[in-house]
């Protein structure tokens, strides 16, 4: 158990449709991660928060945003959603605003997102 | 387009066998270079590398950059059926984002 929760752990709806997917960081964490992982394009980053800003975004599409609150935790949005959206979406977190060889990034255990 | 390459795409050896997996990469504002294992479900990180040439070791793996040929090897030496996993190769960019290569699926038979 990294200590990172995800809810919820399967999401199944249709197309069109909005979710929200949420993260809480392990305790002490200031930095929240957003990886999104499909079988044809593997692991791909979306989106850094530290301490409630947006740090770098990836590869994330405009129907997608996200957020981090003042309590830490973080949620994305996925609208208008599309059958290609179907994936396991990781949260992850770690301490500082930038990633060094000393700190790991620890994973949360995904929501499993189906799109019908 | 920044684009990192793993290989082989999967792998099968017998416990106790020695396995180098190989991670290239074509970016622009290289940053750090990073070593994922992946195995029922969330990733763990095991490395990141900055600097060409200086080996990270954690028990029976190790692994290396070189910045000038623009890869990096991940080593486990003595492997166990444990070691069974996706290993996930990725790079740090300078704008702080992270680019992924597609993994290579180990399986290590006993």
């Known amino acids: 158990d990294s200590g990172v929760t995800q809810t919820p752990k399967h999401l199944i709806t249709a197309t069109g449709q909005r979710v929200t997917l949420r993260c809480s960081p392990r305790?002490?964490?200031?930095?929240v991660y957003w990886y999104q992982q499909s079988l044809d394009q593997g692991l791909q980053f979306l989106i850094h928060y530290y301490n409630g800003e947006e740090r770098a975004k990836g590869n994330i599409l405009e129907r997608f945003s996200a957020q981090q609150f003042p309590d830490l935790h973080s949620e994305l949005n996925l609208s208008s959603l599309e059958l290609g959206d179907s994936a396991l979406y990781f949260c992850a977190s770690s301490v500082a605003e930038r990633q060094t060889s000393q700190e790991t990034q620890y994973f949360g255990p995904g929501t499993r997102l189906l799109v019908l | 387009e920044d684009k990192v390459v793993q290989s082989p795409l999967s792998l099968v050896v017998h416990e106790g066998d020695t396995v180098t997996l190989n991670c290239s990469y074509e970016?622009?504002?290289?940053?750090?270079l990073l070593w994922y294992k992946q195995e029922k479900k969330a990733p763990t990180f095991l490395f990141m590398l900055t600097s060409s040439g200086i080996e990270k070791k954690s028990g029976r793996l190790s692994s290396i950059l070189d910045k000038k040929e623009l890869f990096s090897i991940l080593n486990i030496t003595a492997t166990q059926t444990g070691d069974s996993a996706i290993y996930l190769c990725a790079v740090l960019i300078y704008t702080y984002k992270y680019i992924f290569g597609t993994g290579t699926r180990l399986k290590v038979l006993a």
């Open positions: 305790s002490g964490d200031l930095s």
């Open positions: 970016v622009t504002n290289f940053r750090s």
